[in-house]
């Protein structure tokens, strides 16, 4: 039998829903376990605090799902990206950052770099050789996949048990993981199997593994499974993982053991810091068991504590509500230290890290900030725990529909981003714009680069990949204003339903929003323009042409004879009517009523892809009309024959369309008047957007 390849390194777009039974199919509820456990990991480490060092002994199970024998498993040793330049990380950021802004732009100096050590592989006994592999086609200097041949090979269903020792050394802080002085954030730091999928699970036609190198924009992908690890530290650390603690740590010698547990996740990481404190609250709602909340956090970031603990129990509520209820018993908020920043907005099951602010002041950026990365980050326990998409291959999956239903969730709160510093409020200069607002600024619609459907490796820059999150956003935002906002929800629970604790594709994704909405096309014309394409949408009004309606010069048939009108008669009896009419109507407005009705002609034009537009015209009189433009014309005409002529058009009055690049010239006037420049104030308080920015950098 051939050997099972690696999935794609590029062609990794997923057009094709996975089958029914993918992943062991739909969760009942009444299963054993909440997901269907394909491995587990039995953990005792250590940390050397100076040294920043994770000593490992690790044992892990992994049950074969195939129809065929394994005799090779591949393994990524995520910390290897932080080795040195030559890695796959390194290698793209040198190339992402070049055209476009990024996080983890930190240079590692010398004492610095990270990486792990196989120390060895066991199985039953029986030592094992391993050798370094390149997946996705990276440099040979890439160590962050390795494969490790087996003394005996795991026949199909059956089960494979390896015994590891490690060696991690985490990085300084540069992204994600490492330390900063005493704070250790240990993510990405023991040996993880990867995923082997089978005929019919995203994408895939037969079984491959899915095991991409770390790959600078991307994030990870793993089985679900059990983990049960012993962590053994200083004992005047502060200490928080995934899962639950098991009894009483135990102390001994100036050290402390800690022992956390959690089934149905697909990841663990922990947090050791030198004189942190704790803030606990908890959670209680329909359908979840008792959630315990806790918040750890640096002295100098103590502002953050209890507006990070509100915000976390906060999303427990929404979340809950409007997907599914929590269904585990922890979460865990870490807030990094002064100088640690790219530990922080991190997620893990159960456990994520934050942002610190020496103040959060209600009703200012500080506190809009504080309470978007909380309620973002702990999304991603839904949307990267629970739902366990492939953030290499799908980013937009997890950031992208996570950012989402985020902004969901602000607007539910009314909480808008307030541009504006405690000075500025005292002014009473408080520009704001809603969350989706400050999405669409960001999502390169004028100009979209890729897809976003593509993986995170295969963008133009890092600037691009961000779109994975603007633009996700607002292409769903505009799809509920299309279906409503109940239907929508509604399309959402069934998704979740489908595929909590399996591994849904984009796909899938846009089959259940299919099925959950009941409207095909509006789905699939965003999938199409936005998920799948790089449309350009912009329309526009171009003109407005008016007119009276006169009586008609010319010739005319009467009996059967032509009879030509007198011009100059025609001429005296319209001046007549005119005289007669405004001596009736001394105060009226040019343009509204007359003697004769008003033909008006409105031009719209599209610059892009179709999307289904409103047009409303307003008269002279003050009252509107409202058509509508939901066809492939790319361009058209509305005529209005009423006895008021028309003084202004505007496409989009509910403001629906969000991705539309231009939204100042869906308005036109006869007159210069401001109203697209007041509707559209976010394209002007952008502006003071970075200049506060700037400011609080400096």
């Known amino acids: ?75 990524h040793l995520y910390l290897n990206a932080f080795e040195n330049d030559g890695s796959t990380w390194f290698t793209e950021r040198k190339v992402l950052t070049a055209h476009g802004r990024s996080r983890g732009n930190a240079v590692l100096k010398d004492g610095q770099w990270g990486w792990i050590r196989l120390q060895n592989v066991a199985q039953g006994g029986t030592a094992l050789k391993w050798s370094f592999v390149h997946p996705d086609g990276g440099p040979a200097t890439d160590h962050t996949v390795v494969r490790i041949d087996l003394a005996q090979p795991v026949a199909a269903g059956g089960t494979l048990a390896l015994d590891i020792g490690f060696l991690s050394q985490l990085p300084r802080v540069v992204e994600r993981t490492g330390w900063w002085g005493d704070f250790n954030l240990v993510g990405q730091w023991f040996p993880k199997i990867g995923v082997l999928e089978l005929a019919g699970e995203r994408g895939a036609t037969a079984p491959r593994w899915n095991v991409h190198e770390f790959h600078f924009n991307s994030e990870f992908y793993a089985d679900f499974g059990s983990y049960d690890v012993h962590l053994d530290v200083p004992s005047d650390y502060t200490v928080g993982a995934v899962g639950q603690l098991q009894g009483e740590p135990q102390a001994a010698n100036g050290r402390t053991t800690y022992h956390y547990v959690q089934g149905d996740v697909h990841d663990f990481a922990w947090v050791a810091a030198k004189g942190y404190k704790t803030l606990d609250g908890s959670y209680t709602g329909a359908g979840s068991p008792p959630v315990a909340v806790r918040v750890i956090y640096p002295p100098e970031y103590v502002a953050s504590a209890a507006p990070t ?24 908020a870490v807030i990094p230290p002064y100088n640690a920043q790219e530990a922080g907005g991190m997620e893990y099951p159960t456990f994520f890290t934050s942002e610190g602010y020496k103040e959060v002041t209600p009703g200012t950026l500080s506190q809009y900030g504080s309470d978007f990365v909380n309620i973002h980050e702990f999304g991603h326990g839904y949307f990267y725990g629970i739902l366990a998409s492939n953030e290499f291959e799908e980013p937009m999956l997890d950031e992208g529909m996570n950012e989402y239903w985020d902004d969901r969730m602000m607007r539910a709160r009314q909480e808008d981003l307030v541009l504006a510093s405690p000075f500025m409020k005292w002014l009473g200069v408080t520009p704001a714009m809603s969350g989706f607002q400050m999405e669409r600024l960001a999502a390169q619609l004028q100009r979209p680069e890729d897809p976003l459907a593509q993986n995170s490796w295969d963008r133009l820059s890092s600037s691009s990949y961000g779109t994975v999150y603007t633009r996700t956003t607002t292409a769903m935002h505009d799809l509920e204003q299309r279906i409503g906002e109940p239907v929508m ?42 998920v799948y394409g790089t449309a350009h949408i912009d329309d526009r ?28 008669a025609l001429d005296r009896q319209i001046a007549k009517q005119r005289a007669d009419w405004k001596k009736a109507h001394p105060d009226a407005k040019p343009g509204s009523g007359g003697p004769f009705p008003w033909h008006s002609t409105v031009t719209v034009l599209r610059d892009g892809a179709r999307v289904p537009e409103t047009l409303r015209v307003t008269f002279a009189d003050g009252s509107h009309e409202d058509a509508r433009w939901d066809d492939d014309r790319r361009w058209a005409r509305f005529e209005f024959t009423k006895p008021d002529k ?49 400011l609080v950098t400096l």
């Open 1 to 75: 039998m051939a050997p099972i390849p690696f999935a794609p390194a590029h062609r990794t777009i997923i057009t094709t829903p996975s089958a029914p039974g993918a992943w062991g199919g739909e969760r009942s509820g009444q299963e054993a376990t909440l997901s269907d456990r394909v491995v587990s990991y039995v953990i005792d480490a250590s940390l050397d605090a100076p040294k920043h060092q994770v000593a490992g002994k690790e044992h892990m199970t992994w049950r074969n799902r195939s129809d065929r024998p394994v005799d090779h498993v591949y393994f």
């Open 309 to 332: 603990l509100k915000s976390t129990i906060d999303s427990l509520g929404y979340f809950s509500q409007t997907i599914a209820p929590y269904p585990y018993r922890t979460v865990t």
């Open 489 to 530: 929800e509604k399309a959402m629970r069934l998704y979740y339903q489908r595929w909590h604790f399996r591994h849904p594709s984009v796909a899938d994704l846009r089959q259940a929003l299919i099925d959950g909405s009941g409207d095909a096309k509006a789905v699939n014309e965003v999938f199409d323009q936005v």
């Open 541 to 568: 009004v171009a003109d407005i042409d008016t007119s009276e309606v006169l009586p008609q010069a010319g010739m005319s048939w009467k009996d059967g004879k032509p009879v030509e009108a007198d011009q100059k």
């Open 646 to 694: 028309v003084v202004s058009a505007e496409l989009d009055p509910g403001q629906q369309v969000y991705l539309d690049a231009n939204k100042l010239n869906d308005s036109f006037a006869t007159k210069p008047n401001g109203v697209a420049s007041r509707r559209w104030t976010a394209d002007v308080a952008t502006l003071l957007q970075t200049l506060y920015s700037m």
